[in-house]
């Protein structure tokens, strides 16, 4: 499974934008870029996926860079409650069905 | 709206013990998967199912039997529990149409070995 890297933590304020990077330069043309959140003491939660183009959802935005080989989950305005560890995945369209997390990124929010 | 449920919550065993942890899901899934999860740590996968009657090894499947006992249900059994164990325990399930699709988690069930 190709990997993905990201920072271990970032900080940010309440009501500014978020940007987490997420570089996956071993990407292949058959993966989906996913993101899950994990909130303290639960379990992850889909946030958005994508292929090639930028997609929007009620959560967030995600901007893939133009080779693959990046891409950015966007929090447009962070609330307190956005403060969780975000899980950038590679997910092949077919063959094994399994999600391989890595350490993800620790955001915090300041109010 | 149930999703995916898992039992029990919480559960404390001494080395040696057996226990199986149980996850069902209620959307009609055709995968299902499950993950263990270490202190300050992401995900591990220990074992999935992609579809009724199939089952496969993940990254960590050693000390761990899994069963798909029908579409709905995935259990995970410990035959003889290790400290090593100790962990919090996710289940998950997808449509397993093959085409990226999302997952959805249970709310885990904490495991101590003692």
């Known amino acids: 499974d190709a990997k993905t890297t990201q920072p271990n933590s970032m900080e940010s304020n309440e009501e500014e934008p978020v940007h987490l990077p997420c570089n996956h330069s071993?990407?292949?043309?058959?993966?989906?870029i996913h993101w899950y959140r994990q909130l303290p003491s639960q379990g992850p939660e889909y946030v958005i996926h994508?292929?090639?183009s930028n997609v929007n959802n009620r959560m967030a935005s995600l901007a893939i860079a133009e080779d693959r080989k990046s891409s950015t989950l966007i929090l447009h305005r962070a609330t307190l409650r956005d403060a969780a560890v975000y899980y950038c995945i590679l997910r092949r369209i077919q063959g094994a069905q399994k999600l391989v997390f890595g350490q993800g990124t620790r955001l915090t929010i300041n109010p | 709206n149930a999703g995916v449920t898992q039992t029990p919550k919480f559960q404390v065993l001494k080395t040696g013990q057996s226990m199986t942890l149980q996850c069902a899901q209620d959307m009609n899934h055709n995968s299902m998967y499950w993950y263990r999860q270490d202190p300050g740590m992401g995900l591990r996968l220990i074992y999935y199912s992609a579809s009724e009657g199939t089952t496969d090894k993940g990254e960590v499947p050693n000390g761990y039997n899994v069963s798909r006992l029908n579409k709905r249900e995935f259990s995970l059994r410990l035959e003889s529990a290790a400290p090593s164990q100790t962990s919090v325990y996710f289940c998950?399930?997808?449509?397993?149409?093959?085409?990226?699709?999302?997952?959805?988690f249970g709310s885990g069930t904490q495991l101590s070995v003692l």
């Open positions: 071993t990407i292949s043309g058959t993966d989906y």
């Open positions: 994508g292929l090639t």
């Open positions: 998950a399930s997808s449509e397993g149409r093959g085409m990226g699709e999302k997952l959805f």
